[in-house]
């Protein structure tokens, strides 16, 4: 990782880690880069024995990313008061700027929190008001000092951090963004990644506000927003791996029409590959599905006996947040339909053995799990090209794949395969 990797990238690596946190928290899968990026950030950020939610952990290394890496590990906390202040202090630009890249520090995290894991409100009650003083510091900046070379730089971390005080609750923040988007469409200086960074959060925030009206119209919104965005920003690939996405969610017939368009009229290599890869996986539907081992309780796991039952076969991981939050619903729909002929095979990417048996066992997830410790080099999921988490692949009583989207209507798709 660049040690001089600063702010100036937010609306790059920096906004698609926030924008990626925030799509994780509702969510959607990440694929391996996405997670290992994530993974590297929470590690960065001292963080790994911290005890807080997945999601929080990934907003605050978001947080503490802001600053390069290399000032990160090495300097001392700053004390509170300078961390919660809104204003800065510094009447010269450079002075000013270094104050405000200084008092980016990672919070000092309450003590209490070491013995007593805080629950996901007192975390989000925590940051929010170090989140906001961030924006205005940021705003202070280049209110102060609007010719400076740094002013784009402050108003994108304005934005980038009102996103996150948007996510963590603070609702009054959404007026504050879209004048920022504005202010910032406006500027001259924005690159087009940048502005396409922007516009994508328009389109994401779109798709969030259709989830009252079912999946199907959240995805359908998405889609509509990246077209007009491929169309809009013709040679950004970002516009192409959001259709990727769009792909993902979809029923085949539907992706594969997205997919074969890609592969067809690509921006980039990657994503002719990428769009190969899913009609590779797509081309698997209707097809027997082989998969033999021993799980990790011992028990002798093969799909091709498990004939005249309906199985799912789910890849997940217990440090995954979208994974484990579709485990009650999981649970739930093999708890109701076990008996009726429903069966798990689970493919964990988890690393460490005890992760895996400990979870399983909390909540009860009694169904086999495949466990080699290899993470994203996991056995199955390199052999089914498993690029994102989680999945969830069904196979109909004739032991073939039916759908790779198990997680939409899950209960609903396994009765309607029971009954064939």
């Known amino acids: 990782m660049n040690p001089d990797w600063s702010v100036a990238t937010l609306p790059g690596y920096i906004g698609r880690f926030v924008h990626r946190a925030i799509r994780a928290d509702r969510g959607f899968p990440w694929s391996e880069t996405e997670w290992r990026f994530a993974d590297g950030a929470v590690r960065l950020s001292t963080m790994r024995n911290f005890s807080a939610s997945p999601t929080v952990k990934l907003v605050l290394a978001a947080l503490v990313l802001a600053v390069a890496p290399s000032r990160l590990v090495a300097a001392p906390e700053l004390a509170t008061d300078a961390l919660l202040s809104h204003t800065l202090q510094a009447k010269e630009p ?36 170090y989140v906001l003083a961030v924006e205005d510091r940021a705003k202070a900046f280049y209110t102060a ?53 922007l516009r994508q959060s328009d389109v994401e925030r779109a798709a969030k506000a259709k989830e009252s009206e079912g999946e199907a119209a959240a995805l359908a919104e998405f889609e509509k927003g990246a077209r007009a965005l491929q169309k809009e920003f013709p040679k950004e690939p970002g516009a192409q791996k959001m259709l990727l996405e769009a792909a993902a969610g979809n029923a085949p017939e539907k992706a594969r029409v997205i997919l074969q368009e890609l592969a067809a009229n690509p921006v980039s290599e990657e994503i002719r590959q990428a769009a190969a890869d899913q009609l590779k996986k797509l081309d698997a539907v209707g097809k027997p599905v082989e998969l033999q081992f021993t799980a990790v309780d011992g028990r002798e796991v093969d799909v091709s006996k498990l004939k005249g039952k309906v199985v799912m076969l789910d890849f997940w991981a217990t440090w995954c947040p979208p994974c484990v939050a579709e485990v009650p619903h999981v649970v739930e729909t093999y708890n109701k339909l076990h008996d009726k002929g429903f069966e798990i095979i689970g493919v964990s990417l988890d690393k460490e053995k005890s992760s895996l048996t400990q979870y399983v066992a909390e909540h009860k997830m009694t169904w086999p799990q495949f466990f080699d410790g290899q993470y994203w080099q996991n056995k199955y999921a390199r052999q089914f090209g498993i690029d994102s988490i989680p999945a969830m692949w069904l196979i109909d009583k004739q032991g073939h794949l039916r759908d790779m989207n198990g997680r939409a209507d899950l209960s609903g798709k396994v009765e309607k395969l029971l009954a064939e």
């Open 94 to 129: 450079d002075a000013a700027w270094t104050e405000l890249q200084k008092s980016q520090r990672r919070p000092p995290t309450p003590a209490e929190w070491r013995t007593k894991s805080p629950t996901q409100e007192e975390q989000e009650k925590f940051l929010v008001p």
């Open 145 to 197: 000092f609007p010719s400076d070379s740094h002013a784009l730089e402050a108003k994108l971390q304005e934005f980038e951090f009102a996103s996150l005080a948007l996510q963590m609750g603070a609702k009054d923040q959404q007026t504050r963004m879209d004048a920022l988007e504005k202010l910032l469409l406006a500027d001259p200086g924005l690159s087009n990644q940048q502005r396409f960074s």
